[in-house]
């Protein structure tokens, strides 16, 4: 039996594709860097991280892009003995207007080298490649529209794609407006007994998401709605706990078995202090560690329409497997001391790569040394290193030296959902009387508070540590030579909401005029806002999942 999720934590959008006897899912990143996650497979059980597509800046440029704006719903495929990979490049969000450029890469292999981007266009976001079976391929994508009065998700779009030119040819169709559950987007196109298949994601990304499906004889229609659609979701129904379920994508194994990898949330009840902020249905509801990946057996009827397999559209928690081998990867250490010469690959940056100007392991061999930047809210300039939590239930710590001369110089452990919904446990300097301190503070809708007074330090080394707890955490520190150097909880337990999707998510009119799209990042930060670039060392990071 297959467990869902195959990908806990934030792995939104994921595309899935089977290369002879290995399986592939490339997922959204948004503002983090690098760009498109991709993980392997050879049972569709065992998954691990395997690689990132997009990693240079000639690829992708990040900077000043706004929370959740960046790379959305990737789609990878396989034809002509090489991948092929789209993604949009999102770099506006608010508003009516989204600035959305899509972008192919190309590789020999799923370790690459991808080449540098071909532009395709920006009517739209979330494009798709589809390989046809004469050796023509065709792009689609949903289309914006931006106008007063009207619903800015305005159809599916379909165009030729010559490769040999590099260009898109020929006219520009819309070929299938959705449903009445609205939102039409997510485009993937397969084709079966003589039917071309258009899947798309319908009803928004949030509980009313779904997958829905519609067929035609014709690549540029009409195309017919599955009698009964939507194929998938989990609005208004009871599930196992997989909720959020939508934007999906379909493989067939080689043994001949179908499978849907699709989108999903595993939500908390929301009991904290600013529940009554939520809106509507997502009152007292969150995921904090974002949409995931899950996967649903497919089974085909007799009348060439597809069904969940064991009826209905609910998504279900255990899935049966298609009899592969099991294959089970190397579990990966809790812990990185930080002594190889490059980053573990969980680790993650925002919008900008890593490079030696504000990160390095070899100035001090053994420690991650970070040069101060920017603050937490900034778009640009972040020294910021991080992991995507993927657990409930957690612990992360780190040791720190640092030794801060001005109030504006800070480094630490940071939760971190986006810019305006973090806390941060940091070492500083505190602007009244000149100590060393240690500070939580905590920002919510870009409101700074400060739940606890500072601590002060003895100077040398500082133990930080945060724990998960369902639907809590809290921040820890110790000192070696202080105390036995015990744990000490310092500041109240938070609650995790303010590190969701639904947190941030305001609506108006029905539109969503803020929103996130990505989960909860724990990691290590150092700021220096005198523009000195202080650095900080830290001597490991570890993260160990708890029952």
Request: aromatic share 12%; proline share 6%; hydrophobic share 35%.
């Amino acid at each position: 039996m297959i467990t869902n999720p195959i990908l806990p934590g934030f792995h939104a959008d994921p595309s899935i594709c089977r290369v002879g006897d290995d399986y592939y899912i490339a997922t959204s990143t948004f503002e983090w860097w690098p760009g498109v996650r991709i993980h392997h497979s050879r049972d569709l059980q065992n998954w691990r991280h395997h690689s990132y597509a997009v990693t240079r800046k000639s690829q992708l440029d990040l900077l000043g892009h706004p929370d959740s704006a960046g790379v959305w719903a990737p789609c990878l495929s396989y034809a002509g003995g090489q991948f092929w990979l789209i993604y949009t490049d999102v770099r506006s969000t608010f508003g009516a207007f989204k600035d959305t450029h899509n972008y192919l890469v190309t590789a020999p292999s799923i370790d690459g080298p991808w080449s540098e981007p071909i532009y395709l266009n920006s009517s739209g976001f979330d494009p798709s490649l589809f390989h046809d079976d004469d050796g023509r391929q065709w792009l689609l994508n949903q289309q914006w529209i931006h106008q007063p009065g009207k619903h800015h998700f305005n159809g599916i779009l379909l165009q030729e794609y010559d490769h040999e030119a590099r260009r898109l040819v020929g006219p520009v169709k819309n070929i299938y407006a959705g449903t009445p559950l609205g939102v039409v987007e997510g485009p993937h196109l397969y084709r079966r007994n003589g039917w071309y298949y258009l899947l798309t994601a319908e009803g928004g990304t949030f509980y009313e998401h779904a997958v829905t499906l519609a067929r035609s004889r014709a690549i540029d229609g009409p195309y017919e709605t599955l009698p009964g659609n939507p194929l998938l979701t989990a609005w208004q129904q009871p599930t196992d706990g997989l909720q959020r379920s939508g934007h999906a994508s379909l493989v067939q194994t080689h043994n001949g078995d179908w499978y849907l990898a699709h989108l999903c949330g595993r939500p908390l009840e929301w009991s904290g202090p600013n529940a009554d902020k939520q809106n509507g249905v997502y009152e007292k509801l969150h995921c904090p560690l974002g949409r995931e990946t899950g996967i649903q057996r497919i089974h085909w009827r007799d009348d060439d329409w597809p069904e969940i397999e064991g009826g209905g559209n609910a998504p279900r928690l255990q899935v049966a497997g298609p009899g592969l081998p099991e294959h089970v990867f190397p579990a990966e250490p809790a812990r990185d001391d930080f002594d190889s010469a490059t980053l573990n690959h969980h680790l993650n940056s925002l919008r900008v790569p890593f490079d030696e100007s504000w990160i390095s392991l070899t100035e001090r061999p053994g420690w991650l040394r970070l040069k101060g930047r920017e603050s937490l809210m900034s778009l640009f300039d972040q020294s910021l290193v991080a992991r995507r939590q993927q657990h409930f239930n957690c612990r992360v710590e780190t040791r720190l030296e640092f030794a801060p001369e001005l109030f504006q110089q800070m480094a630490g452990l940071v939760a971190y959902y986006n810019t305006g919904n973090h806390a941060y446990l940091h070492v500083s300097r505190d602007v009244d009387s000149g100590q060393r301190v240690l500070r939580l503070t905590v920002n919510r809708d870009s409101a700074l508070c400060e739940p606890a007074t500072p601590v002060v330090l003895a100077e040398g080394p500082v133990d930080l540590a945060v724990e998960f707890r369902h639907d809590r955490y809290q921040f820890q520190f110790a000192q070696a030579h202080q105390a036995g150097g015990a744990w000490q909880d310092i500041g109240p337990a938070l609650d995790t909401a303010m590190l969701s999707d639904e947190a941030v998510t305001r609506f108006v009119d029905g539109y969503a005029r803020s929103f996130g799209f990505t989960g909860n990042f724990i990691g290590i930060a150092c700021q220096d806002l005198s523009g000195q670039r202080l650095a900080a060392d830290f001597d490991y990071l570890s993260y160990e999942a708890r029952p």
